[in-house]
């Protein structure tokens, strides 16, 4: 990993805590209702005004219909659409076409196979997520579990890629230096309570980041 590792702040509902993400690659809005981090494109909208340096904001959908990711996408203004549910090759190149979006593709990871399954999307996807899988994937993330890192010892891509599933300030270096990861997703690892961000752990997880040089050993 030549470059700088990259940090991604999933779930942000909130304007104090996405100040906080000032200093972050990536700024994450969950619109699906099932989540507790779920926003309305309005509250994404204005929460999106807080962030003075304006990282990459990415809208997080599971299933959901191309249309309604269309309208949350231009109104929000989104730099890339994130899928994390059981999208399609074909509904995945559609929405792609329609909106000229970047997108993201999350893979639950439970086993070899799950990170073989991920090669399938790479030709149409800027970026692939491994996140943990659990009996419900479609919760959009955010368990606070982390998966067996040693499943991605033979994962290699050209493209960037994320880790994502239970990281935070305390193991995001062993992931890294486990993985090899580019870019880390979080979420549950800079909260106070499930769905309540930490404006503090936010900044004090990208500031640990981007002082350390995390490198795959």
């Not at 100040?19 to 509250?43: H, I, L, N, P």
């Not at 994130?82 to 909106?99: V, Y």
């Not at 030709?123 to 982390?146: R, Y």
């Not at 239970?166 to 486990?178: F, M, Q, R, S």
Request: hydrophobic residues 35%; contains cysteine; positive net charge.
């Amino acid at each position: 990993m030549d470059k700088d590792l990259s940090i991604k702040i999933c779930g942000i509902n909130d304007s104090e805590s996405a100040k906080a993400c000032e200093d972050a690659d990536y700024v994450g809005f969950v619109f699906y209702q099932k989540s507790e981090r779920f926003v309305t494109a309005f509250e994404a909208k204005e929460i999106s005004n807080f962030l003075s340096k304006k990282p990459k904001l990415v809208g997080l959908f599971v299933d959901s219909d191309i249309e309604l990711i269309e309208y949350i996408t231009n109104f929000v203004k989104l730099d890339i659409i994130q899928l994390h549910g059981s999208e399609s090759l074909s509904m995945i190149k559609t929405i792609k076409k329609k909106l000229g979006k970047p997108i993201i593709k999350a893979i639950p990871v439970k086993s070899k196979r799950d990170v073989q399954f991920s090669k399938k999307f790479e030709p149409i996807c800027e970026m692939i997520l491994f996140d943990t899988k659990t009996e419900n994937f479609q919760a959009s993330g955010g368990t606070g579990k982390s998966f067996d890192w040693k499943l991605l010892n033979d994962y290699n891509s050209k493209k960037n890629w994320m880790l994502a599933g239970g990281l935070n300030i305390k193991n995001v270096k062993k992931a890294v230096e486990e993985t090899g990861a580019p870019t880390v997703d979080i979420s549950s690892g800079v909260e106070l309570k499930k769905g309540i961000k930490c404006p503090k752990k936010i900044k004090q997880l990208i500031e640990y980041v981007k002082k350390n040089k995390f490198k795959k050993i």
